[in-house]
Each structure stands twice: as structure tokens, then as C-alpha cells.
């Protein structure tokens, strides 16, 4: 069956630091992978997307690579701050049909960024 | 949360009564889903729609229904509310491949 894995539920960092969250999936074709993060009694948020013909994608402090041969993609957020603290969800996606924007959503890990 | 409404924020109700949970859009997109998130498990899809009255099951269907009758409004209905539909309830709207969420709605079913 179909399965995605986020390596940790937590993960404690300093700041200033690089924190690397890892995404993994199995028995799965995704066309696209996203990122978002996710504060307490809050929805998600659109942070970055990658498409599977893509090795890496960069927006400031954050970096996303995918590997389709590993199945695999990690999350790095450079420099990190405190206010980068929150849960961290990856969601791949397929293309085409009436499944188009359809995601599966990893579990999520929380980020603590300690001063 | 622009652009997304979802009513109400909060409701307690008792097993074995209907419920219905609204998702309201002002952005005109074409593609809606609905999620619900529990410890363990994540954010799990529960229907989803690609246009008026276009609708689809996703991960966990089971005991809900969904309808859509214009673009901006998109109901979830529990028609027998049971324990295990105690979650947390999320609205989305698909632009392109990215979705938006709205703010959730918290359900207690006792």
C-alpha cells in the first residue's frame, strides 16, 4: 500500500542551526511533493512545491530537494529561529484527471528551535 | 486563512445526531476538499470536489457525505454522528497543485 513517512514526530534543534527534515515514501508515482507548516489551532500553510523533475527548490531560508530514485525528499531550514518552531507537513500529489490537486499528507514533524 | 471561512469553529454535539459543517470561498476556485486531522495519523482526506455537484471519496469516506451546489460552498455532513468522528476538521481550496486551508473546525462528539 501506499505509505509516506516523515523520519521523526520531533525534532529539537539551536538556533541558528540547519534543521533537516526527511520525507519518504513507498509504492507511490507523485508528480509533485509540497511542504507546510503548521502552527497550533491553525490550518496549514503552502510553503514550497517541487515537481518531480526537479532536484531542488529554494525560497530564502528554506531548501527542498527530491530524489525519485531514493524516494525521498529532505526539508533544510537554514539559520533556524525560535519562530520557526512549529509541525512541518510534506504531501505529494499525482497530475491529471479528477485526481488533479488530490494530496496524501505525511504525518508531520515538530520543530523545536531552542535559543 | 483569506479567502476561506469555515462555520462553526467549534461544536459539541451527541452520538447518533446529523451534523453539518460548512466551507465557505471567495476565491472562485474550482477544486475543494475536506480533511480531518488526528494524533497519529495526520491529515487524512475525507471527499473531495472538482466542480459543482463533481464529487469524490478520499481516504476515510466512511460515515460522511459532501455536496456542492455552487462554487463557493462546500457542506460536509456526519448523517450519525459517532465517537470516532471526534477530530479536527479542515477545509481546502486547490489552486493549481497548491491548496489553502481554512481555519478548522473543532468537533466533540460525546
Not at chain 1, 510553503?47 to 525521498?72: A, C, G, M, S, Y
Amino acid at each position: 500500500s501506499q505509505k509516506i513517512e516523515q523520519n521523526s514526530e520531533a525534532l529539537n534543534i539551536q538556533e541558528g542551526k540547519t534543521a533537516t527534515l526527511t520525507c519518504n515514501y513507498t509504492n507511490y508515482s507523485p508528480a509533485y511533493l509540497q511542504w507546510y507548516r503548521q502552527d497550533p489551532g491553525r490550518g496549514p500553510v503552502f510553503l514550497l512545491l517541487i515537481r518531480e523533475n526537479e532536484k531542488e527548490k529554494r525560497k530564502e531560508r528554506l531548501k527542498v530537494t527530491f530524489d525519485t530514485t531514493l524516494k525521498q525528499s529532505l526539508f533544510h531550514i537554514t539559520a533556524s529561529q525560535p519562530a520557526d518552531s512549529a509541525t512541518y507537513l510534506c504531501a505529494l500529489g499525482v497530475a491529471g484527471g479528477t485526481s488533479y490537486g488530490k494530496l496524501t499528507f505525511g504525518q508531520g514533524t515538530i520543530l523545536t528551535v531552542h535559543p | 486563512d483569506a479567502g476561506i471561512t469555515q462555520s462553526p469553529r467549534h461544536k459539541v454535539t451527541e452520538t447518533g445526531t446529523p451534523v453539518t459543517l460548512r466551507c465557505h470561498q471567495t476565491e472562485n476556485h474550482r477544486y475543494m476538499y475536506w480533511y480531518r486531522q488526528d494524533p497519529g495519523h495526520g491529515l487524512r482526506l475525507i471527499h473531495y470536489s472538482y466542480g459543482v455537484k463533481d464529487t469524490d471519496k478520499g481516504e476515510v469516506s466512511d460515515g460522511y457525505s459532501v455536496s456542492r451546489s455552487k462554487t463557493e460552498d462546500f457542506l460536509l455532513t456526519l448523517e450519525s454522528a459517532t465517537s470516532s468522528q471526534t477530530s479536527v476538521y479542515f477545509c481546502a481550496i486547490g489552486a493549481r497543485e497548491t491548496q489553502y486551508f481554512g481555519p478548522g473546525t473543532r468537533l466533540l462528539v460525546l
